[in-house]
């Protein structure tokens, strides 16, 4: 039993190294992506993954890319399971992968406003918000276009230095 504990981790250890197909400077860790990884009686690793959002064209290439991996370090029976519930949410990024997206020039998302329970308020009106600027940290910004190379994000600008950049949205 101890073993089948440190081959799980070892394998959680070796997942969470995939990168982001779309964000490369994220793991799938640090985009909150990556649920859990688990070791079957039988020795099968199984690796719960959720999208970002319904539809994500880039979670067959991560499912890949994890499998991939973990078949590499030598574990013969993987298997990738889609995990949908609950939903991914923006507040799954780590405080590691928003300080990498900010590196990056990629503003990280700001928190998301929910209900505790019940209903969740539809507001038809453009929500209106501060992205300070990842190059020169100013809150003098516009929003250019509401997306961007992938759809989780937006396109901004700064207007106190006037470099673009890129956001990525709350969820």
């Known amino acids: 039993m101890v ?4 081959d799980a981790r070892h394998a959680r ?3 969470e190294q995939v990168p982001d197909p779309e ?9 909150g992506v990556l649920r859990e990884v688990t070791l079957t009686e039988d020795g ?8 970002t959002y319904s539809g994500c ?3 067959a290439e991560m499912r890949a890319d994890v499998a991939t991996r973990l078949r590499d370090a030598g574990y013969t ?8 519930y ?3 949410t923006s507040e799954w990024i780590t405080p590691e992968g928003r300080r990498k997206l900010a590196e990056h020039g990629i503003a990280p998302p700001g928190p998301v406003s929910r209900p505790a329970a019940g209903p969740v308020p539809l507001t ?3 929500t209106r918000r501060t992205v300070p600027c990842p190059q020169c940290g100013s809150a003098d910004t516009e929003e250019t276009s509401r997306f961007a190379a992938t759809s989780c994000k937006a396109l901004w600008r700064c207007r106190a230095c006037r470099e673009p950049f890129e956001y990525v949205k709350e969820i």
Not at 77 to 84: M, N, Q, S
């Open 3 to 6: 073993t089948l504990q440190l």
């Open 44 to 51: 099968t690793v199984v690796a719960a993954l959720t999208p």
């Open 86 to 88: 609950p939903p991914w």
């Open 77 to 84: 029976r993987v298997e990738i399971r889609t995990v949908l």
């Open 57 to 59: 064209p880039a979670m």
């Open 124 to 126: 038809l009106s453009p």
């Open 23 to 31: 964000l490369p400077m994220l793991t799938l860790a640090d985009l």
């Open 13 to 15: 250890h070796i997942a």
